[in-house]
């Protein structure tokens, strides 16, 4: 069976993708994406990357509009040619932008096509094109509001095999101490850094210890030094890291939230004021309604709220045994493996 996925752009999109292609075994997978994106470093030494030169519209009208739809045109033709010569039998794509000239594509030469949007306010591309797919597998199951009933599965996100199994970290942190660990995201979050910054120093007091992921964007990332302070602008093994944490300080992206869910870590969240339609404040609430953890909106939060909100989950052993209890129920252990069973099905129904 060939199977061509077309996910690009941002770890949010590329990483549930890899992990479904881990579980198509005996597949021949191709790859579909856009220049100068993430998808170039990662893609590559596994899978054929066919790239299609494309971006996303911008919500006004302007003279660069006419230049974009012929891009995208073209895109759709590129990938109906990819589709013919490489005799794809289904297609598996993450949403954003380039699925839809996939789907469009697919749609031309009547191939099935399995979307998945993992944020609990699917996108605007997810939205338009999903009622033209197979299906269209969710994140969170509230999301299926947004679909017809019939063409809609929930599976969860898929994530990372490492998170799945107990992974060892090589960190310098005694077995003992609480750990606290601060992620922004694949680009970081300058004002969380501020924020942690500022109200770290109680925290060390009290005994924990602080991973601080800050992203390479940081111009004040020297400033704070500490034995129990470590930081780096990313880290490899998330898995290891989340499962050793007694809590989380994060953006809410839908694959931040998965593998806050598969690694039962109560987290506080703030989301990146910025995104898409405010997605990840809902992504956010989907955490916060089980009990798994709390919501700041950024301009609401002070230095001064972080700082005592992660002081009485220290100084309480029982409340974030209950948050970690609850995260559990979010997740969804086999979801690559249920998008991987149901590609094979579609690809072989051809």
Known sequence: MRILIAASGTGGHLFPALAVAQHLQNCQIEWLGVPNRLEQTLVPKDYPLHTVDLEGFQTRLNLGTLKILQR??????????????????????????????????????????????????????????????????????????????????????????SFLTPQHLDLPIPPEAPLIVVMGGSQGAVAINQFVRQGAKLWFEAGAYVVHLTGDRDPDVNQLQHPQYITMPFYDNMAALLQRATLAIS??????????????????????????EDHQAYNANEFVGVGAGVMYRQKELTPEALQNTVLDWLNSPETLQEMATKAKELAVFDSAEQLAFLLRTVGNNV
Not at 99 to 109: N, Y
Not at 119 to 136: D, E, H, I, Q, S
Request: with cysteine; charged share 15%; glycine share 8%.
């Open 72 to 161: 995208f045109g073209g895109s759709i033709v590129q990938t109906r040619r990819l589709l013919k010569t490489r005799n794809i039998n289904a297609i598996f794509t993450t949403g954003g932008y380039i699925a839809a000239p996939a789907i469009l594509a697919a749609r031309l030469q009547n191939i099935p096509v399995i979307l998945h949007d993992s944020n609990a306010l699917p996108g605007k591309v997810t939205r338009l094109f999903g009622p033209w797919c197979t299906k269209v597998a969710i994140g969170f199951e509230s999301t299926a509001q947004y679909f017809p009933k019939n063409r809609t599965i929930w599976t969860g996100t898929p994530t990372r095999d």
């Open 251 to 276: 953006r809410a992206g839908a694959s931040a939230i998965t593998e806050l869910t598969v690694t039962q870590t109560p987290a506080i969240l703030i989301p990146y004021p910025y995104a898409a």
